[in-house]
Each structure stands twice: as C-alpha cells, then as structure tokens.
C-alpha cells in the first residue's frame, strides 16, 4: 500500500468514525410530524401518488403502511414520500405497501 493510498484510507475511517454517530443522532431525533401541515389533494406530489385523506379500501390505510412514521394512536404522521408534511392515518396512495408482521 502506498503512503497516498494509506493516508486516504485513514482519512476515510476518521470520516466515518464521526459520521455513524451522527447519523444515529439524527435518526434519534423525535418527529415533528405534528407540527406539519397536512398534505394538500391537491398538491402535484400528492395527484402523483394518488393520495386521498380518506381511503376507501378498509385495510389499506396509512397508519397500517410500511411507509407511515406516525404513531399507532396518532390520526396523522410524516410520510417519506410527503416531506414536510403529514398524512392523515385514515389516508391511502398508491405507494401503500403493509407492514411486515
């Protein structure tokens, strides 16, 4: 190995001594998911995915998808595909994809 090669290697372990920790620190952080508005129908990302804040399938909601970062008891939650804002738990799109048992 060469000195260039080996000064890139410890250069890289240093950056990702300090970066998994804050990775971590950030993905601790508590959701403000509360504080978002709700996603607008209207909206284009939301005409994309075909949301509605009212599903009409029974067992396809929002609160029951992998996607959905609410909580169980919560009537909305953030939603990865809506950043910013927050779906409502009785919502459908056509990303819905159920949570693993």
């Not at 260039?4 to 950030?26: E, N, W």
């Not at 910013?84 to 799109?93: F, L, Q, R």
Request: glycine content about 6%.
């Amino acid at each position: 190995m060469t000195d260039k090669k080996r000064r890139q290697f410890v250069t890289m372990m240093g950056a990702s001594t300090v970066a998994i920790p804050v990775s971590a620190l950030i993905g601790s952080l508590p959701s403000h998911a509360d504080d978002a508005p709700m996603v607008d129908e209207a909206s284009a990302a939301a005409k994309n995915w075909e949301y509605v804040a009212q599903s009409s399938v029974a067992d396809n909601l929002c609160s029951n998808c992998a996607l959905y970062q609410g909580d169980d008891d919560s009537s909305s939650g953030g939603c990865p595909l809506f950043p910013g804002a927050a779906v409502a738990a009785a919502g459908w799109c056509k990303a819905y994809a159920p949570k693993p048992s």
